[in-house]
């Protein structure tokens, strides 16, 4: 509980927080203006909320002190209130205002030494969007502040696309974006900021901070995945797996757990150690099955991790294993039937496939096989031919399994 606070010393608190957020602009230092705007990382009970409860008409003394300010600090003061009271739709709407007034003053000021407050705002709006979400579909009504967070992003993005030196900003707003449009599922929405930050000519992609790039490169590299185009994916991922601090291991599993998804479909098996480092042990069975040719161990595997397959939105890709699961399945029948019978090791009959199916409690007539087996061969997964009467696949003597290199089945 905190301690009883006189409005005098309210008063002394406010004008003090109101003062170095005053000549932080006068001065044009972007950090310290940065820090006073942070909202949401701020504990419960400070020395500003506490004399904010004790000094209620803070309001109009931020108008009255600062008026070419007034814009910008009474609704500033009311999120930072709002906020420390934990009701935080409140919080959301009089951040907002306080973001559109500062946005006003960001696009009149010529040189970009407010960029790292505009980001700060950038941030907060979308975390107090998210906690304002949350509280109202507790009580029942509408979550709509994160959708209200990133159309006020959109109008951010816009002052930072332009010529000049605040376009080194975008990338950090453009990857906000995402994270509101991933969080809603409104993935789509991502293409228009795409299509702007890699064909605009304002944009140098490698003048922007490396952070923002690997964040970029890693939520690209997630549409990709999504799109299934595994091997634009595979660049982006691991661009943002090269190029991401080595400190952050929190941030380096993260792209991991899309990126290996990405390597197993165009044939590239993790080590295990590397699961065991960054506690992604949900892809081992995965690896062993297609090692192994285990179809049922690659079943199993993706019947367990199902609710975080599906979360991460991988299971299909994962799914879409099981054909190169059958490559190496009859890749292992060809190998032990070189070893018993060499002269006929190219001639694999359609009822061995049945046996071992069947030995792994898959069950499977031969007619299933076969349109398995035309599948590989269409694929070039298995180079061969089929003597249809004789129920019996026939492997060509010259690399009979070609192998991916790289390449998405």
């Known amino acids: 509980m905190a301690a009883y606070l006189s409005m005098g010393e309210g008063h002394r608190r ?29 504990p419960a009970s400070t020395p500003l909320s506490d004399a904010l409860s004790a000094f209620p008409d803070f309001p109009r003394l931020a108008a009255d002190r600062y008026p070419h300010l007034s814009d910008l600090l009474p609704p500033l003061l009311r999120a930072i209130h709002s906020h420390s009271l934990r009701r935080f739709a409140d919080a959301y709407s009089s951040f907002e205002k306080a973001a559109n007034a500062f946005l006003q003053e960001f696009r009149n000021w010529e040189t970009p030494w407010a960029m790292e407050a505009m980001h700060t705002v950038a941030l907060e709006i979308r975390l107090l969007a998210e906690k304002a979400d949350r509280e109202l579909a507790t009580s029942g009504k509408n979550p709509d502040k994160l959708q209200a967070a990133g159309s006020f992003l959109m109008k951010v993005f816009g002052a930072l696309a332009v010529k000049g030196p605040k376009r080194i900003g975008a990338l950090y707003v453009t990857c906000q974006l995402f994270k509101i449009y991933f969080r809603l599922g409104t993935v789509h929405l991502c293409r228009s900021v795409i299509r702007s930050i890699e064909t605009a000519r304002n944009f140098d992609f490698e003048d922007f901070p490396v952070k923002d790039k690997v ?21 982006k991922l691991t661009y943002a797996l090269v190029h ?3 400190q952050y291991e929190s941030n380096l599993r993260r792209i991991l757990k899309f990126l290996i998804p990405v390597k197993l479909s165009i044939g590239v098996l993790p080590r295990i150690t590397l699961l065991e480092r960054y506690n992604l042990l949900e892809y081992a069975d995965v690896v062993t ?32 294993l099981e ?5 190496r399945l009859v890749k292992k029948i060809h190998i032990i039937q070189r070893l018993k019978e060499p002269a006929k090791a190219h001639q694999i009959k359609l009822e061995v496939v049945v046996k071992a199916l069947k030995w792994l409690e898959i ?10 087996m035309a599948c590989l061969i269409y694929k070039n997964l298995i180079k061969g031919y089929f003597a249809h009467k004789s129920k019996v696949l026939v492997l060509s003597k010259q690399d009979p399994f070609p192998k991916l290199n790289g390449k998405p089945v």
């Open 14 to 42: 406010i004008a003090d927080y109101l003062s170095r957020v005053a000549d932080s602009v006068s001065s044009s230092d972007g950090a310290a203006l940065a820090s006073l705007l942070a909202v949401s990382s701020a």
């Open 323 to 327: 054909i190169q699961v059958y490559q």
């Open 215 to 235: 964040t970029y490169m890693y939520y690209t590299g997630r549409l990709e995945v999504f799109n299934e185009n595994f091997l634009v994916a595979d660049q």
């Open 289 to 320: 099955s297609l090692k192994r040719g285990d179809l049922r161990l690659l079943r199993q595997a993706l019947e367990r991790h199902e609710d975080q397959f599906l979360k991460s939105g991988v299971y299909l890709v994962l799914e879409k």
């Open 363 to 372: 069950d499977m007539d031969v007619d299933e096989v076969e349109c398995i």
């Open 244 to 246: 991401c601090n080595p």
